[in-house]
T-cell receptor, first 115, second 113 residues
Framework: GDSVTQMEGPVTLSEEAFLTINCTYT??????LFWYVQYPGEGLQLLLK?????DKGSNKGFEATYRKETTSFHLEKGSVQVSDSAVYFC??????????????FGTGTQLKVEL | GAGVSQSPSNKVTEKGKDVELRCDPI?????LYWYRQSLGQGLEFLIY????????KSGLPSDRFSAERTGGSVSTLTIQRTQQEDSAVYLC???????????FGPGTRLTVT
């Protein structure tokens, strides 16, 4: 079945450091790929997405490129801020029998940014 | 506009009791999903509703779990005879239809003692 593997956390960085959170996936077909973020005390929010190979999703300075050849969707940001401290989830969509899009998530990576 | 809302935000129940968790999707969203976030299993899909069609229940972990969606809007997830392993955060998400991004509610934290 579908699966997502992302790097273990927690990741602790200084403000303005470069961020990479690795994500690889296993899926049949060509799923859409997502990064969701969960800020402390808040619900899951979609951060960015890519729907086909070589697409780059971007939002709030974060980027991720859909790499079919390496089945990866690594999250990057050039300069993190304290406000980026959160848990980041990589996910892929799989088609359900009824036509819906079931999300399969990685285990989440906690990011802590310090001054 | 209003996002997905869930109630209660927290629920503590004794082992063996039944619980009902409620989800109000974004108005006009036809697709509704339930997920569970637990320490042991991470985030996992439970059930999917699309309009008035029969739900996809392929993610439900046991027959103690059931869900319904009345009038194509509000959904209730029911867990019968709760067990300690049911302790988790139950998340609801809705989307405009089955092809669009999912918007998540804040979740219901269930603790079974």
């Amino acid at each position: 079945g579908d699966s997502v593997t992302q790097m273990e956390g927690p990741v602790t960085l200084s403000e303005e450091a470069f961020l990479t959170i690795n994500c690889t996936y296993t899926a049949t077909g060509y799923p859409s790929l997502f990064w969701y973020v969960q800020y402390p005390g808040e619900g899951l929010q979609l951060l960015l997405k890519a729907t086909k190979a070589d697409d780059k999703g971007s939002n709030k300075g974060f980027e991720a490129t859909y790499r079919k050849e390496t089945t990866s969707f690594h999250l990057e940001k050039g300069s993190v801020q304290v406000s980026d401290s959160a848990v980041y989830f990589c996910a892929l969509s799989g088609i359900l029998t009824g036509g819906g899009n079931k999300l399969t998530f990685g285990t989440g990576t906690q990011l802590k940014v310090e001054l | 506009g209003a996002g997905v809302s869930q109630s209660p935000s927290n629920k503590v129940t004794e082992k063996g009791k039944d619980v009902e968790l409620r989800c109000d999707p974004i108005s006009g969203h036809t697709a509704l999903y339930w997920y569970r976030q637990s320490l042991g299993q991470g985030l996992e899909f439970l059930i999917y509703f699309q309009g008035n069609s029969a739900p996809d229940k392929s993610g439900l972990p046991s027959d103690r779990f059931s869900a319904e969606r009345t009038g194509g809007s509000v959904s209730t997830l029911t867990i019968q005879r709760t067990q300690q392993e049911d302790s988790a955060v139950y998340l609801c998400a809705s989307s405009r239809d089955n092809t669009y991004e999912q918007y998540f509610g804040p979740g219901t934290r269930l603790t079974v003692t």
